[in-house]
């Protein structure tokens, strides 16, 4: 396999990278917050989504009659890594998860009404799967609909948890239980409803890594037929083909390089009982396996684009291979971090004068998230499991 990347997307990152130096701000790039940086959760993220639209960005691989470009997956990872790089937004759920799914299964007026505010980066988008009983098990939701056919409309009853961007969002992509007789595979469906709907009630939830995400509660919420996305009962595939999506652009691989490079140059710098602690072996092992794993992470990531660039649906063992390894891997490296610096890794993360201006306790706290985030580690274990070696379920 050839990993390099040809002249014209090496000036396709260069251009990136221009308009990244031009229009940097702050309050919009911040890699202290690791993969949650990639939300768009304030005005000057917005602001900055919407210059990123104008250069034409938020469509890269759809079809032209819907406003895309019918360019490769390539260039959507090239500007994903380049603004994760930097603790960025990225294109995310409105271009990824929602968009696409709605341009393979959606109706034409969900095409027409949602498909352009995506392109023009007019709306946000929460996704709600998990639930208080089946949190990386998307199968298992027991969020009631039920059908109301005089009105023609579904009732919703019940609850999601871990909602991200709930209390920001314009509208909630959720998946929820239309058929309770069905095999909880082939019952759900997804449904797509405004943030604002008066039956709705968002109570935030504040993580280990000082963000919040969100209990969503469902009282008589009432969605019309129009706004259910693909066929009924499909949900649950539709939802696979999209956590694909997710598991590769969610954790990107830059952000893991930029940490592990801080951490050897505080190696580089640091000496401990006076020596250089360069030379200490057990940490030059350490820093040899992290070196040879985070090249490792970046290489499965490059197979799995390889291969989603061949067509049709992402490839999900390898999705699941990527995201397993990554996020694994990131958390070893934070351990080591705190491991290698000792005591002084405990400072806040953004204390001046503190070891990688305490990028280690924060990375620390983080990334137990990301083995979480867009289904456990044991899920895409049991994933690997059974679709690429062939386990059966019960082993």
Known sequence: MDFAFTPEQQAFLAEVEEFLDSNYDPEVFDPTRENMAQIVDTPERRAFMKKMSAHGWFGITWPKEHGGQEGDGVYEYLLNEALAARGGPQIGKGVGIVGKTILRHGSDKLKAEFLPKILNAEIEFAVGYSEPSA??????????????EANDEWILNGQKIWTTSAHFADW?????????????????????????????TIQGIWTMGDERTNSVFFDDVR??????????????????????????????YSPIKARLELLIDY?????????????DPIVRQQIAELVTKAEIARVIGLRFLAKSLKGGAAPTSEASEYKLFATEFSKQLANASMDII??????????????????????????????IGGGTSEVQKNIIARRKLGLPKNF
Not at 172 to 200: E, Q, S
Not at 344 to 364: C, F, I, L, N, W
């Open 223 to 252: 969605v019309s037929s129009d706004y259910v996305v693909g066929e009924l009962g499909r949900g649950f595939q539709y939802i696979s083909e999209a956590l694909d999506l997710e598991r590769f652009t969610m954790f990107t």
């Open 172 to 200: 909630y992509w959720v998946g929820a239980r239309t058929d309770p007789d069905a095999p909880k595979h082939a019952g759900i469906t997804l449904f797509l409803i405004p943030m604002n709907h008066p039956g709705l």
């Open 267 to 279: 190696v580089k710098n640091a000496t401990r009982d006076g020596q250089p602690l360069k030379d």
């Open 342 to 371: 000792g005591p002084g890794a405990q400072v806040r993360v953004g204390t001046e004068d503190a070891p990688m201006k305490g990028r280690a306790e924060s990375t620390y706290r983080y990334t137990v998230l990301d083995t």
């Open 135 to 148: 949190g990386s098990d998307a199968a298992s939701m027991q969020l009631k609909a039920v059908y109301d």
